[in-house]
């Protein structure tokens, strides 16, 4: 288990890497790093434990080898939940033991203590959001993720049709459709029912761009 592959899988804004330890075929093991970590994180672990896994350690946009976010934007923490998820989509894992990594806080500040308890909760939110994927879920120097009763079923059906959603138009990356000005003029009428279609015609001319096919 001391050697180890480089991965990449392709994102709207680049790569995610990722280095893996084992059998390809052994038991799937997806090992998430803590704050302004990276997967290296993992090296003197992996060789430790039961060889008949695949281990596969991820670096999070903008850590590691991993592609920064476009410039300007934010990194927010469903956003590392849902790179899990895209990584997990890109190994076509159904089902897979997830471990998690979040650095020591005693010698942070009060600020930094609760940005890195806050990010610690990616690993058990990505299992609260997709119970069905996780069959173990390991915590390292980390803490579980709660909510209160009330807030559960509506968190969870909303954070979870963000990012399915978002995968789904990202999977389909279908190339801009031309049309004729009548036919985009109906299909943003269609799309926006409180539009005339004076106010549709105004809109057009700064929101679609000629081209010789349409």
Not at 42 to 67: N, T, W
Not at 85 to 111: D, E, I
Not at 163 to 172: M, Q, T, V
């Amino acid at each position: 288990l001391g050697m180890f592959s480089e991965l990449k899988f392709p994102v709207p804004w680049g790569h995610v890497a990722a280095k893996a330890w084992g059998p390809s075929d052994g038991h799937p093991v997806l090992c998430l790093h803590g704050w302004l970590d990276n997967a290296n994180t993992f090296d003197k672990l992996i060789p430790l434990l039961p060889r008949d896994c695949y281990y596969v350690a991820m670096d999070f946009s903008g850590h590691g080898l991993s592609s920064h976010r476009p410039a300007g934007s934010p990194y927010h923490f469903l956003d590392y939940v849902t790179d899990v998820r895209r990584v997990a989509a890109a190994l076509q894992w159904r089902r897979f033991t997830l471990m998690g990594h979040s650095m020591g806080k005693t010698k942070m500040s009060l600020n930094a203590q609760l940005f890195s308890f806050s990010y610690c909760f990616i690993f058990p939110q990505f299992c609260f959001l997709y119970p069905e994927m996780v069959d173990k879920l390991i915590l390292l120097e980390n803490l579980g993720f709660l909510l209160d009763p009330e807030d559960t079923e509506a968190w969870l059906k909303s954070k979870r049709m963000v990012i399915d959603r978002l995968l789904s138009l990202e999977a389909k990356q279908q190339t801009p459709k031309a049309r004729s000005p009548e036919a985009a003029l109906q299909r943003l009428l269609e799309a926006n029912r409180h539009l005339t279609a004076e106010g549709g015609a105004i809109l057009l001319q700064r929101g679609a761009t000629e081209t010789p096919a349409g």
